[in-house]
């Protein structure tokens, strides 16, 4: 019987695409790679525009694979939303990010994402409490970056999480808006301290009149709700000069600066500096 199950195994694998063979054999890494310390951290800064003055940083999960490279998230992180390996990966960016914020000399904010199977885990915010906790970052130093595709699976299970993760102090943020289908009720129905604006309708804001009146709807958008915005993927100091005129509060992109590993920006966090 044992080799009648191997063989029907080999079968099974043999009729899978090369591709089908190869996610496998990525969801099994994957699960394998939190254990291996195979996952790092960079950071992206979020600048006040009018100012130019830093506010905070969004970070950005980084695979090392030891064969494959460097892998991209856009990659990895819809197979670890599937497989599941999304919550440990998870608990470990939060993890991560927060010590690492605690570490910095300067009180500014990281902004961490949160996948949909992380905010629909009853134990969500909880894990959350103990993380500030341990690392002993302050509450209103973490905000947590949430798309609306991570809300609907269970809004009402959503919901609770949101809130109870804002009565701790933390801000909540809506990423990537205006490229889910249903942004203005979520916006309702939701407590978001922020909207992120989608970094594709910042691509040329300043040269396409059509992509222009939709930024500056999401801008009055935010005013009227009282929630700032940050625009991301500022990539052109056009765009920049067009934001800062409708008056966005916040920009992130790279020509604002690169997601870089936090040693980069030594003089803003304290790191390398000698006392
Ligand atoms: P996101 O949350 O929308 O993150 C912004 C992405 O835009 C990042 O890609 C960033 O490197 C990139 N970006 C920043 N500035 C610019 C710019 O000026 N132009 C362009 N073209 N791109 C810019 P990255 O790091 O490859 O991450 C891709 C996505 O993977 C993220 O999109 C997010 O959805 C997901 N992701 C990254 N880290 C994590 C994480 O720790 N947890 C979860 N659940 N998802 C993550
Ligand atoms: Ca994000
Ligand atoms: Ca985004
Ligand atoms: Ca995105």
């Known amino acids: 019987a044992k080799t009648e199950g191997r063989d029907t195994y080999r079968y099974f694998e043999a009729s899978m695409g090369a591709e089908a063979r190869d996610k496998r054999v990525m969801e099994h890494e994957l699960r394998q790679a939190v254990a291996r310390d195979e996952f790092y951290l960079v950071y992206q800064p979020q600048k006040e525009i009018s100012s130019g003055k830093m506010v905070g940083f969004e970070a950005l999960i980084r695979w ?6 460097d892998v991209p998230p856009s990659i990895f992180i819809p197979l670890a939303e599937d497989s599941g390996a999304i919550g440990q990966i998870g608990d ?4 991560a990010a927060c010590r690492e914020a605690a570490s910095w000399e300067n009180p500014l904010t990281v902004a961490v994402n949160v996948s949909a199977v992380q905010l629909h885990n009853p134990n969500f915010s909880r894990k959350v409490h103990e993380t500030l906790l341990k690392s002993g970052l302050a509450a209103a130093r973490l905000e947590l970056e949430i798309t609306e595709t991570a809300l609907v699976k269970d809004m009402p299970r959503a919901l609770a999480s949101l809130r109870q993760v804002k009565a701790l102090g933390v801000r909540v943020a809506m990423d990537d808006f205006g490229t889910g289908y249903s942004s203005l009720s979520n916006l309702r129905a939701f407590p978001f301290d922020k909207i992120k604006i989608d970094g594709s309708f910042i691509k040329s804001v300043d040269t396409n009149g059509q992509v222009a009146a939709i930024v500056r709807a999401v ?4 005013r009227g709700l009282g929630l700032p915005v940050l625009a991301e993927g500022v990539e052109t100091l056009g765009e920049l000069k067009f934001l800062d005129a409708e008056a966005c509060e916040i920009g992130q992109g790279y020509y604002l600066g690169k997601p870089a590993p936090i040693e980069a920006f030594g003089d803003l966090t304290g790191h390398g500096k000698r006392v």
Do not use: I
């Open 64 to 69: 090392r694979h030891p064969e494959r490279g």
């Open 92 to 95: 470990w960016v939060l993890t």
């Open 219 to 222: 801008l009055g958008l935010g």
